[in-house]
């Protein structure tokens, strides 16, 4: 299983970002796809998170400015990024997993990098 991430860059406070995953290879249809991020220094935590059945969790800091989608079709996941301040800035991470009755499955992207300029 292979994740590819895209979307970062460079926006100023208050300004918007779509952040795009791409899940390829032997994916289990009931999972869960998310968005973490690492700010330097820091450790790496959970933005939001959606399952295939649509449920989601987001993390206090971006709710009512964040919105996590999903693709089940295409196993993309889509993070849509609003009014952003500058302690977004991280570099984010697109995750993928899921279990059966004895493995757990748990797979990262390369990272993508998001700074917001005050």
């Known amino acids: 299983v292979q994740l590819q991430a895209s979307g970062g860059g460079l926006v100023q406070a208050g300004g918007s970002l779509r952040l795009s995953c791409a899940a390829s290879g032997s994916i289990f249809s009931i999972n869960a796809m998310g968005w973490y991020r690492q700010a330097p220094g820091k450790q790496r935590e959970l933005v939001a998170t959606?399952?295939?059945?649509?449920?989601?969790n987001y993390v206090d800091s971006v709710k009512g400015r964040f919105t996590i989608s999903r693709d089940n079709a295409k196993n993309m996941v889509y993070l849509q990024m609003n009014s952003l301040k500058p302690e977004d800035t991280a570099l984010y991470y697109c995750n993928l997993k899921w279990s059966t009755w004895s493995t757990r499955y748990d797979y990262w992207g390369q990272g993508t990098q998001v700074t917001v300029s005050s």
């Open positions: 959606i399952t295939s059945g649509g449920i989601t």
